[in-house]
């Protein structure tokens, strides 16, 4: 009897083995079936979502791409073979503002002209008057610290200010936009070729030139923000002493001055004059107007009020 219970026992923990370890090899088959089908379908939808939606999310993220050598702030490009470039440098736009007293107008004239382009720059405005004169100089960005710091040799500096803007991310983001446009005009290309229905043709056609429209834009801001970027600005105004021109000192004259006064008291007793003409003119007769049309209406004669008086009986 015991033999016999012993057996039932081995034989009932065989199968509860048997029918635990064909679970977990059951289980591990469905889940590497489930990846595997996962797999299999991951590159389908990827496709067809891909070939559904064009968006400009889509088209950034192509422009993201660091082959183009260049990357917003504070990212490092890297380059097609696996090398990483230096990072993005800043970019800077730099202001001066330089007031010098000279003692000839002339001779400081060209001195400035002289220096603007030992450093390589170039006038950009001029303005000239008997004793003072304005320059808007620009001059390259790698030599402005230098140019600035010998803006002395011209004459004697009154005033200098420095300003620096740093306009990296306004660059950078207009960088990438131009190029997500440039990447979108190309696949708009495409897609006009393979279009096969009118409809669909002038849509793109449309979009097309949209976006040809928008990079002419930005080339045309890119363009303006990389001039002033690598050619600074730099004004210099040039100023004679007080009471002096490239003569010498000028003197007051005290007869010039009298006969200033006394054109400007002829001048006023003119338009007082003028004034009084005007009042006799046009005043008289207004007043004689007026005064006719009390005397009828209201005053001896009283028509109006013998009207008003017939009215309320």
Known sequence: MKKNLNFILIFS??????????????ENSVAT?????MMKSAPKMAVTNS??????????????????GYAPEGISAESGNGQINQEVERKLIKRGNV???????????????????????YVESFSDSPTF?????RIPAIKFDEALNS??????????NISTQDVSEQFYDLQTRLSTKKIMKERLQKYLTQAKDVKDMLQIEKELNNT?????????????????????????????????????????DFLQGFREFLSNCVDFFVVLFGIMIYAIVFGVPIIAILAFLYWLLIGKKGLLIKLFKKLSK
């Not at 079936?33 to 089908?37: A, E, K, P, V, W």
């Not at 070939?51 to 660091?66: G, H, I, L, Q």
């Not at 803006?151 to 200098?160: T, Y």
């Not at 050619?231 to 100023?239: A, G, K, P, Q, T």
Request: aromatic fraction near 10%; proline fraction near 2%.
């Open 212 to 252: 040809i429209s928008e990079i002419e834009s930005m080339e045309g801001r890119m363009k303006r923000l990389s001039g002033q970027i690598e050619f600074s600005s730099v004004n210099i105004s040039l100023e004679l002493p007080h009471r002096t021109t490239d003569e010498g000192f000028v003197w007051p």
């Open 99 to 121: 007031n010098i007293e000279v003692q000839n107008l002339k001779k400081a004239q060209e001195s400035v002209e002289k220096w603007c382009q030992d450093f390589g720059g």
């Open 151 to 160: 803006v002395g040799d011209l004459g004697v500096i009154k005033s200098k």
């Open 51 to 68: 070939s559904a939606v064009f968006s400009d999310t889509v088209v950034e993220e192509s422009a993201m791409d660091t082959s183009y």
């Open 33 to 37: 079936s489930g990846q595997r089908l």
């Open 13 to 26: 923990c065989f199968i509860l083995m048997f029918f635990s370890c064909g679970k977990n090899v059951t």
């Open 133 to 137: 004169s304005h320059y808007s100089l």
